[in-house]
């Protein structure tokens, strides 16, 4: 084909102009690091003060195994930590459970009680190391635990940093991780907002993420639109609940995709910056600059590593995370090269951890802030996914706002058609995956890490002795006040607190909201 | 014309990534076969009535959390239980080399792994139904 005719797109099908030149900055009005809307940073100095933190998702097998993983993490260098519980921990199910069979400590630690939750951070001081928890459905259970662990390690609430991922919004759009319907799962969230706007005031209670949206296949305006827009939704909430828009917004935290295509992916990350503090000023009256300014991490592109020639994944990894980087990252996890195949072995996490520190000390791309700001083609790139994210969100706004998008399948109808588009491209070799569609070639296998049924076994004998061992009766108090709690309008917070304390385990405290609240079934929208 | 071809897509275990799964409906619907989704989280005795209710030829498995070596032996199991063995059962997700030869070795007709293409896909249903119809009593 001559190249006149062919077509430029960027791997969200943005199509690219021949050559962009001063005028493509027209309606630019980026302005200085730090300053609103941010679009620059949200720093003035950016990583000359401070570097972003290298946290690396981690969790399998078992809590002791676990917290051995995290144990050699800290020692290598990493600088915050970011667990991964498996599939029944995330859908509230203990080990013993007959749907956890096959499941347990597959994808990541599995936590049944404030007991696994205990052997997680033994000999990890709560008050130094800052921890990301990646949960959602029974979110504010794992948080209680969480907190519960502090107190025994005698740490003020007031000083536990990290980060609570507990947005249920994008389980109902893209990964799918529900238990309870909408209404209770956003009186839940809206919970642990109001609990840690009184109490723990350095942690994050939710980490609003487009990260699953993007994995599910959305294009990268997608993936922008509907976290914003979801962002909102919980704002929303939060101040019917009665909080004022500058006591829980500076503790907002948001998670995006690093995909593969350079430079859309820095242009996501500078408009995110300008449309939440837009919607931050105008949209809701903030007036703390803390407020205004969107915080996020990044972790690069879990589905755009290759089964096919496997170390083409540390490349893929370090350019997706040089974007993050080069987007005003305050933290990142770069995938490990065998993640197509099965969690990380311990050297293919020493790699990624690596790729980070070469980005931080070797390649001088943190010398200065927003070091691509002023180029034509970033500018521009900019400005189109600002105006394309604020369709969209237009759009969710007028159909009622984000619960009822979903409801009607809105989002989740985009993001299965961007997937298909993107896969019928790849099938057509109008898009290259190296090694997938060309340049394909035998490769040698990689060494795996394997995770047996002995994992599962031991988790169940010890949730046998533990119940066996626990005050029954404290047990069922605690069960029966939490279900009257969620049954009225309080804060669910507090009697959570007291029945991870009694070691009501997450299947029990799970059950009794699930009497309560019902579970949800999703309509499928191919 | 002969009948479409009926294909049952099911999302069994605890796993909600169904890009994969949705994806595969879509193709194999676009390529003239008639696809159910079941949905997410279904166990393999929900997965064998369903392909039982629905006269299925072709039972789709997506399983993405290393849980297939717990779920695949059981919905074969039930499929020879229930007089189905003649309903084909394939599997795509991340399924190691070694444990896809097993699976095959227990009946599986066919493991994709990722990076299969959909035309790959397509192709093999319509050959080993092609094959198994051809093989039917006259």
């Known amino acids: 084909m ?23 900055l027209e309606g630019c009005d980026t302005g ?31 809590p002791e195994e676990t917290n051995r993983r995290y144990h050699y993490l800290l020692q290598q260098g990493q600088t915050g930590l970011s667990v991964a519980f498996d599939l029944p921990t995330l859908m509230g199910y203990d ?57 025994q390690q005698g740490v003020d609430w007031a ?56 994995e599910a296949g959305s294009t990268a305006v997608q993936e922008l639109a509907f976290t914003l827009r979801d962002g909102m939704e919980y704002v929303d909430w939060a101040l019917e609940r009665g909080l004022k828009i500058d006591e829980f917004a500076p503790r907002l935290s948001f998670f995006f995709n690093a995909h593969s295509d350079f430079f859309e992916e820095i242009a996501k990350y500078r408009a995110a910056r300008k449309i939440w503090a837009y919607a931050m000023r105008d949209r809701y009256g903030a007036e703390s600059e803390r407020s205004l300014k969107l915080r996020f991490h990044a972790q690069t592109a879990g589905c755009s590593l290759t089964w096919q020639q496997p170390y083409n994944n540390v490349v893929r990894t370090a350019l997706q995370a040089l974007s993050a980087v080069l987007g005003g990252a305050q933290s990142l996890h770069t995938n490990s090269l065998d993640e197509a195949y099965a969690l990380p072995s311990e050297h293919a996490v020493t790699l990624a951890l690596r790729t980070q520190q070469v980005l931080a000390y070797e390649s001088g791309v943190a010398a200065t802030p927003d070091p691509l700001g002023g180029s034509y083609f970033l500018e521009k790139l900019t400005l189109e996914s600002e105006a394309a994210a604020n369709e969209y969100i237009r759009r969710i706004d007028e159909m009622g706002g984000m619960i009822a998008a979903i409801e009607k399948g809105f989002p989740q109808s985009e993001i299965a058609g961007a ?56 047990v069922r108090r605690a069960l029966d006040d939490l279900r009257r709690a969620a049954e009225g309008k309080e804060n669910t917070m507090p009697h959570l607190l007291d029945a991870v304390r009694a070691y009501a385990t997450l299947g029990e405290i799970c059950d009794a909201l699930r009497e309560v609240f019902g579970t949800y079934q999703e309509t499928t929208h191919l | 014309m002969s009948q479409p071809i009926r294909v049952l897509v099911a999302k069994p275990g605890l796993d909600g990534h169904d890009r994969g799964a949705k994806v595969i409906a879509r193709a194999l619907r676009d390529a003239g076969m008639e696809v159910i989704y079941t949905g997410l989280r279904q166990t393999p005795e929900m997965i ?17 959390s290393g849980a297939h070596n717990a779920i695949v032996p059981r919905v074969l199991e039930l499929l020879r239980e229930k007089d189905m063995a003649d309903v084909k059962v394939v599997v795509g997700g991340i399924i190691p080399d070694e444990d896809a030869e097993a699976l095959k070795r227990q009946g599986v007709a066919a493991v994709f792994q990722p990076g299969a293409s959909l035309e790959g896909i397509v192709g093999f249903i319509r050959s080993a139904i092609a094959d198994s119809e051809r093989h039917l009593p006259q």
């Open chain 2, 48 to 64: 064998v009535n369903a392909a039982l209710q629905e006269d299925v030829q072709v039972i789709g498995l997506s399983i993405l």
């Open chain 1, 159 to 214: 000083r536990v940093s990290g980060t609570l991922q507990n947005d249920i919004l994008k389980e109902y759009i893209a990964q799918k991780e529900y238990i309870f319907p909408p209404a209770p799962s956003m009186r839940l969230v809206t919970d642990t907002i109001e609990f840690g706007a009184r109490h723990t005031p350095r942690f994050n209670p939710i980490s609003i993420s487009g990260y699953h949206i993007r």
């Open chain 1, 419 to 474: 997937s298909y588009r993107y896969q019928k491209e790849v099938e057509a070799g109008e898009r290259v995956v190296v090694g997938v569609n060309r340049f394909q070639s035998d490769e040698q296998p990689i060494e795996l890490l394997q995770i047996d049924e002995s994992a599962a076994k031991n988790q169940q004998r010890k949730l046998a002795a533990l119940r066996a061992r626990r005050d029954n009766g404290r």
């Open chain 1, 95 to 151: 080990a013993d459970h007959a749907m956890s069979e096959g499941e347990v400590g597959k994808c990541g630690a599995p936590v049944s009680s404030l007991e696994d939750m205990e052997i997680l951070f033994r000999g990890i001081p709560l008050d130094k190391v800052t921890v990301s928890m990646t949960i959602n459905s029974p979110a504010a259970v794992l948080w209680a635990m969480y907190l519960a662990v502090a107190e």
């Open chain 1, 32 to 62: 200085a690091p730090g300053e609103f809307p941010y679009t620059r940073g949200i720093h003035r100095d950016m990583y000359r003060g401070r570097l972003w933190t290298m946290r690396q998702f981690s969790g399998f097998a078992t």
């Open chain 1, 2 to 24: 001559k190249t006149a005719e062919r077509q430029f797109t960027t791997i969200s099908g943005v199509p690219i102009e021949p050559v962009y030149a001063p005028e493509s």
